[in-house]
């Protein structure tokens, strides 16, 4: 009886197998199964095409021929499929070889140098894009990248895979002229609320991830306090603390994207960093192969042997080395 379905590439190789052999003992030792799965499959492939593909009790085998046609073509559809398997496994290759990489700006401005360095010696091309998180989750749904770390895990989206990388605690920068008037607990941590009350604040706009998480922490702290200035640059919100103009509330990353602007700028711990945000390594599925795990050791590999030991030079990298292990929120 015929069949419309389309024949099985396995029985295919199989029935070639089988034509190139002296007989179904022999094709069976090449493919290494039994003799009856070999007469199992040859009916098979008979009884879906309506017709007998060698003829019986002919040794060695012998080709109807319709046998013969079928063996033409299978030649070809085999060969065929072998090429593909060379082409997909070259693709494969290929992507390891390559990838484009999304950080957002505090990553990349901290560790993105260093981190397109340790990926050079495994990958042969590496395109590192940065921005801000909704810029860069874009363009990976668009696939203009490849591999994301920002603070947006597209947990809502199947296709993607997630790996938390470390978290990042909010502090809060204070400038020199405030040190004489600021109150402190009698575990040295600064009292915020007196603080919000008597100074301006000096924040990341709404449209910034750590604007949000700001604004989050303050309603929580239940701290009433005046925005002078609003900005999503870090660099200018730590020069603005550092002139005198307010307090500002920044992650710890951000520190370490101004180390270098820290002089008469003082950091303290906010709420005992139970305000944090996130870092996350987002990709697509399996496509990436092992790259994304390079990446994530590569990542905190840097964190911990090269970021934190140039912080610890700096006269309060103490206290910002504290920030930046994470105290109760060390890297997973």
Known sequence: MTSHALLDTNQLHTFVILAESNSITEAAQKLKVTQPA??????????????????????????????????QKADVIIGELTRLNGL???????????CRLGLVTSCSEVFGSLLITELCETTEQIMLKSGNTSTLVEQLLNRDIDILVSDDPL????????????????????????LKTLAFDAKGRVNVHTLAKNKPLIKFGKNTSIGTLSELALRRMNLMTDVRFETDDTHTLMNFVRDGHGWG????????????????????????????????????????????????????????????????????????????????????
């Open 155 to 178: 947990l809502e989206l199947d296709a993607y895979s997630q790996w938390e990388l470390f978290r990042d605690p909010l502090v809060i920068a204070v400038p020199e002229n405030y």
């Open 38 to 71: 070999i007469s199992q499959c040859l009916r098979q492939l008979e009884s879906q095409l309506g017709t007998e593909l060698i003829v019986r009790r002919k040794k060695p085998v012998q080709l109807t021929m319709a046998g013969r046609a079928l063996k």
């Open 88 to 98: 997909v496994r070259d693709a494969s290759n290929q992507r390891a070889l390559q």
């Open 249 to 332: 509330i920044l992650s710890s990353l951000c520190v370490a994207q101004s180390i270098h602007s820290l002089d008469q700028v003082h950091l303290f711990e906010l709420d005992s960093s139970r305000h944090a945000r996130t870092l996350y390594l987002v990709y697509r599925g399996s496509e990436m192969g092992s790259i994304p795990a390079k990446i994530e050791a590569s990542i905190k590999q840097i964190l911990t042997e090269s970021v934190v030991p140039s912080i610890q030079k700096n006269p309060l990298g103490f206290l910002v080395m504290l920030l930046m292990l994470w105290r109760r929120c060390v890297m997973v």
